[in-house]
């Protein structure tokens, strides 16, 4: 017969259970064990994941949800409301009976009637269950009955959406031996259900028979498995497996991208990633290439409490070397292999140490065959150590550079002729002896935390010890000899060191409405070469000694800010004076310029100090510089920003009109006594348009020596950028025709998803689009899919260099790969 109902709403139940309020004038008292029933109720929530102990009291539950750990504390409280609550001694049950809510230690169950049948032990959730889990999981069935210890249970109609925004749905569920959930007829997907639409499949999911979800091996494994685009089935696997979406590293098989070429051949392969702890791992694969065979690799990755570090190998024994073209490295060498490696740690909050190295059987072998992160054709092996304490910095680093090439058409420094032409490409032996190795490569920068004299005290410290086995010149004609004007030494063979200093004392105030800025330096240089090649054909240094060098300057700059505001827009006008008194620049050309050999006069560095851009050379004489900025800020966030100015060289010798062994500093604009003019335009709307104006004009006829453009636009549909760059012809440089170049790119959305993309690069001076490409892709919330088709040619013959396809797929919790086939590859590209 069965209890007369009761209202219980609000009541909390601890363990052990007190009594709670009676509702409508009834009295209810409830036993432990029927609390527990009605806790039992609320543990549905995981009747798909949880794991108990021997006894089942909720007081020593801790187990795991589908897709995660859970802990439920003993000291947590239960809140159960609904309509009514009923005792039916015949059938041996209690319900909980209309709007039925629990609450339980970050659970939440909602259903019409949850129901505990005390001879058998199970508990019945019926009508529209939803369960949330601490973890952010979100079950639906229509029905779950579960064992009160929550080892073994039964669920229909169920679907499950997670935190990850990945959800399931089947027709059944099955919950057995507390660890393993079944799922029949069972779909899986990273995509969201359509917004007008939500019958109509996704993008893309996978259908199986039997989706099995494993908390203790953390995976998701599919049997009798279809992989389904826009509800139509595409590929038919009969057993698929992924880690669950609520973990980052699981062990397991992962895809290797698919490549195809001509030298190699198609490619095809798989990796196995081993998670061997929480901290450690280990990657294993194996890709087969249809011309050279099979090609092994290994990763090992360890993160401490420091940092972390990797160390890489990859090795082949390739099978048809005559597939490379004659000459090539490629061709050369059967037995290939690298050893690659990664670290970074933080020894402290203010210490970081790192490496990266990469150490290969020949030149190219990890260019050629496309490995992770070392496939460039310029790579960098280095140690290093920094700190950084507030203003203060330290850098010391041991350094090595690499060119990858496949060393098509080797020669020798004695073949080489290439007067007027402003690119070297030796072969790949004599451009690896041309790299400079740096040991060391020291930065120290002190900067005083109390004025001193009522001023900032700074410290600049820097030391370079270089080495090369063989000279790198540019534009070098052997029948012209050491004579000519546009032969540049970028490095001597052998050995050259400098260690340099300098402190500065700087002060500013503000006298009658100008800020006035002084400062004082010093700074001292000493360099040592070490080299054979004493002026000879490849060096034209003359000697070996030890060379001084000091240079002191003295500082005025005067500012005369002026600020207004119209009500539409406020506005800074400041007009710039700067006078530098210093020596002359000593020993020029007398030693290598290994750091200060780019350089480009424009209103950035105007007001510079010196305006070179390494230590190698320091700009001497005494120098005025003059002009002004002008900005413009409006309240809808548009701005107009204006500068520019002219530097006049005073006394002494002009640091800019000397050559050295590189010619920096000549046909620069800052050559004569009185500059090129220099000015810069810089626009935003606020609202997605920029535009960008920047020029050097001849000081006597106002001609421009050197432009650039570019202008941007984006919004939510397009977004579209263009640039255009003039250089002025520069023979002392090797270029005796003016240079022209013209880029541009676009991305349109033709919906929400998908957009198409392009780019191009146009040679104004060679009639030559010399650079194209051009794609459509696809975006949303769980797929990523694009094509592009890129070409690029020689901008002087005009010849195509290489054509190739890209596609790439990302299905998100699944993985990502794409897939790149070269059409075309120039044979000394």
Not at 61 to 89: H, I, K, N, R, W
Not at 721 to 745: L, M, T
Request: aromatic share 10%.
């Amino acid at each position: 017969m069965a209890a007369p109902g009761y209202l219980l709403r609000g009541c909390f139940a601890d363990r052990p259970i007190a009594p709670c309020a009676p509702a409508q004038g009834g009295v209810f008292r409830a036993s432990s064990r029927t609390v527990f029933v009605l806790a039992a109720a609320l543990a549905l929530s995981t009747a798909i994941g949880a794991v108990t102990t021997a006894t089942p009291s909720l007081a020593q539950v801790s187990g795991e949800t589908l897709f995660g750990e859970a802990s439920q504390s003993p000291q947590a409280q239960m809140l159960l409301e609904s309509d009514e609550l009923v005792y039916d001694d015949t059938n041996n049950t209690v319900a909980a009976v209309g709007n039925v809510q629990i609450a339980y230690d970050g659970y939440t169950l909602v259903a019409e009637r949850v129901t505990y049948d005390r001879a058998s032990g199970r508990v019945l959730a019926q009508g529209a269950v939803e369960i949330v889990e601490p973890n952010g999981n979100r079950v639906f069935a229509q029905e779950i009955d579960v064992t009160d210890d929550f080892q073994n249970g039964f669920v229909s109609a169920l679907r499950v959406e997670t935190p990850e925004n990945t959800r399931f749905a089947a027709e059944s569920a099955e919950r057995r031996d507390g660890q393993v959930a079944i799922f029949n007829n069972g779909v899986y997907t990273a995509c969201e259900p359509c917004r007008d639409n939500p019958a109509k499949p996704p993008l893309w999911q996978i259908r199986a028979d039997r989706v099995i979800v494993n908390n203790a091996a953390k995976t998701v494994s599919y049997e009798g498995a279809s992989f389904e685009l826009f509800g139509k089935p595409i590929a038919y696997l009969p057993y698929f497996s992924h880690a669950d979406p609520s973990i980052r590293r699981k062990s397991g098989f992962l895809p290797v991208r698919p490549r195809a070429s001509d030298e190699l051949g198609y490619s095809g392969g798989v990796s196995y990633f081993w998670a061997m702890a929480p901290n450690y791992d280990l990657t294993l694969t194996g890709k087969y290439y249809s011309k050279q065979g099979f090609l092994g690799e290994a990763e090992w990755r360890h993160r401490t409490h420091l940092g972390e570090y990797n160390l890489r190998v990859a090795g082949i024994d390739q099978q048809d070397q005559r597939a490379f073209d004659s000459g090539d490295i490629d061709r050369m060498e059967d037995e290939r292999g690298a050893i690659m490696s990664t670290g970074r740690f933080s020894l402290n909050p203010r210490w970081k140490f790192g490496w990266n190295v990469l150490a290969q059987s020949d030149g190219n072998f990890a260019r050629t065959y496309d490995l992770d992160d070392y496939s460039s054709r310029e790579i960098t092996n280095e140690v290093y150590l920094t700190g950084l304490n507030g203003k203060n910095h330290f850098d010391l680093r041991a350094q090595k550079f690499l060119i990858q090439d496949d060393g098509a058409n080797q020669i020798t420094i004695d073949d080489i002729d290439l007067a007027g032409n402003q690119d070297l490409y030796p072969g790949n032996d004599l451009r690896q002896e041309q790299q400079a190795r740096l040991l060391p490569s020291f930065d120290y920068n002190l900067v005083s935390g109390n004025p001193v004299a009522g001023g900032q005290v700074s410290l600049d410290m820097n030391v370079a010890s270089v080495f090369r086995s063989k000279s790198d010149i540019v534009n070098y004609d052997e029948g012209a000899g050491i004579t000519g004007t546009d032969e540049r030494f970028h490095g001597i063979e052998g050995k050259y060191t400098r260690a340099s200093a300098e402190a500065e004392w700087k002060a500013s105030s503000i006298l009658n409405g100008a800020m006035v800025t002084t400062s004082l330096s010093a700074r001292g240089d000493g360099m040592w070469v070490d080299t054979d090649k004493l002026n000879s054909e490849y060096n034209p240094l003359t000697s070996n000694e030890e060379i001084w060098r000091g240079m002191p300057a003295a500082m005025l700059e005067i500012r005369y800010p002026l600020i207004a505001n119209d009500g539409l827009a406020s506005h800074l006008f400041e007009p710039i004076a700067q006078v530098i008194v210093r020596p002359d620049e000593t020993h020029i050309g007398e030693f290598p310029n290994e750091d200060a050999q780019s350089f480009v006069f424009d209103t950035t560095n105007l007001f510079e100090r010196d305006k070179f851009s390494g230590f190698d050379r320091v700009e001497g004489g005494t120098r005025a510089n003059v002009g002004l900025r002008y900005s413009m800020s409006f309240q809808n966030g548009a701005s107009i920003n204006v500068a520019a100015g002219q530097s006049f060289h005073l006394a002494g010798k002009n640091s800019f009109s000397q050559r050295d062994l590189v010619n920096a500093g000549l046909e620069s604009g800052l050559e004569s006594d009185k500059s090129d003019y220099v000015a810069s335009v810089d626009v935003n709307s606020g609202a997605g348009l920029k535009l960008g104006l920047s020029g050097r004009f001849d000081e006597k006829t106002a001609e421009l020596r050197r432009g650039e453009a570019g202008i941007s636009y984006a919004d939510p549909v397009f977004a579209a950028s263009a640039s255009y760059i003039f250089i002025d012809k520069q023979p002392n440089y090797g270029f005796d025709d003016d240079r022209h170049e013209v880029r541009g790119s676009a991305s349109v959305k033709l919906n929400d998803y998908v957009r198409l993309f392009g780019s191009a690069a146009f040679d104004v001076r060679n009639s030559e689009m010399f650079s194209r490409s051009v794609g459509i892709a696809y975006d949303d919330s769980c797929t990523s899919i694009s094509v592009a088709y890129q070409e690029t040619d020689d901008r002087y013959s005009g010849d195509s260099v290489e054509r190739s396809v890209m596609f790439r797929l990302g299905l998100r919790t699944i993985g990502q790969t794409e897939y790149k086939r070269v059409l075309y590859e120039e044979e000394d590209f």
